[in-house]
C-alpha cells in the first residue's frame, strides 16, 4: 500500500540556513538596513512577503518588498550555484526508495518555485517529485493547510493517504489541520508530529507503510 509524501524542503531535505542567512543579511546592509543573526532566525521558515514588512517598518511598501525579496532570493540561488549543496543525512536514500516503491512525491514549499528548482537541480532530484507547490501557489503560509492540500490535488491523492515530513511546528500544524499524517525530523523543539526522528537516517525500513496504515492525524 503506498500513498503520498508531501516534502517541505528546508531543514528537511537540505540545510540551507546558511546561504538564507548570507544572503538576506548582505541584501539588507546594502539597504541601509542591517539585521542581526536573532532577527533571521525569528523569521526562518516564512513567506518573504511576511518577513519584511516587519523589518523595514513603515517603509514597507509593496515596491520595496518585492525588489528587496528578488535581489535576496537571486542571490541566494547564485550562492548554491557557486557553493553546491548536499541533501541531509538519509534524505536521497529516502526520497530513491520511495520514488523506487512507487510513492506520489512532492514539495510542498513557502520557498520561491526559481529556488525549488534550483536546489533540486543541484541535488539532482528532479526526476523524483511528481508536482512542487511553491510560495506562488498559495497565498496563505503554514500553518495554514493550504499549501499541504493544493500537493496532494497536484499527485491526485487524497489527504489521508499523504504523509507530510517538516522540520518546523507550524509546518506540522499545517499538515495536521489538513488531516494528512506527519513525520517530524531534523527539529531542536518538541514537533508533536505523529512520528519524530532526529534525522530521516534515523527512521525504520518501514517507516511510511506503517504510518500510513495508522488512523490520520486530527485536523484543528
Known amino acids: 500500500m503506498t500513498g503520498a509524501v508531501l516534502w517541505d524542503l528546508d531543514g528537511t531535505l537540505i540545510d540551507s540556513e546558511e546561504f ?13 538596513l542591517p ?14 512577503d511576511e518577513i519584511l514588512p516587519l523589518w523595514l517598518g513603515a517603509e514597507a511598501t509593496s515596491e520595496r518588498i518585492e525588489r528587496i525579496s528578488l535581489a535576496k532570493e ?8 557557486a557553493e ?3 541533501p541531509l543525512a538519509g534524505a ?22 526559481a529556488n525549488i528548482d534550483v536546489v533540486l537541480e543541484v541535488l539532482g532530484f528532479g526526476e523524483f517529485f511528481q508536482a512542487i507547490v511553491s510560495a506562488e501557489d498559495v497565498t496563505r503560509g503554514k500553518p495554514d493547510p493550504q499549501v499541504f492540500l493544493v500537493a496532494a490535488e497536484r ?15 507550524a509546518g506540522v500544524e499545517g499538515a495536521r489541520r489538513a488531516g494528512m499524517r506527519t513525520i517530524g525530523v531534523n527539529a531542536v523543539k518538541d514537533l508533536s508530529a505523529d512520528l519524530a526522528v532526529h534525522s530521516l ?10 504510518l500510513l496504515a495508522t488512523a490520520p492525524a486530527s485536523g484543528s
Open 74 to 81: 537571486s542571490l541566494y540561488r547564485d550562492m548554491i550555484r
Open 92 to 113: 536521497a536514500p529516502w526520497v530513491e526508495t520511495l520514488h523506487h516503491d512507487k510513492w506520489a512525491q512532492a514539495i510542498a514549499s513557502s520557498a520561491p518555485r
Open 155 to 169: 499527485v491526485t491523492e487524497t489527504a489521508d493517504r499523504c504523509i507530510v515530513v517538516e522540520d518546523s511546528p
Open 201 to 210: 537516517a534515523d527512521l525504520p525500513d518501514n517507516a511510511f507503510r506503517n
Open 84 to 86: 553546491g549543496l548536499k
Open 35 to 48: 539585521i542581526t543573526y536573532e532577527q533571521f532566525v525569528a523569521s526562518f521558515g516564512h513567506r518573504n
Open 20 to 32: 538564507h542567512w548570507l544572503s538576506w543579511r548582505d541584501i539588507m546592509a546594502a539597504e541601509g
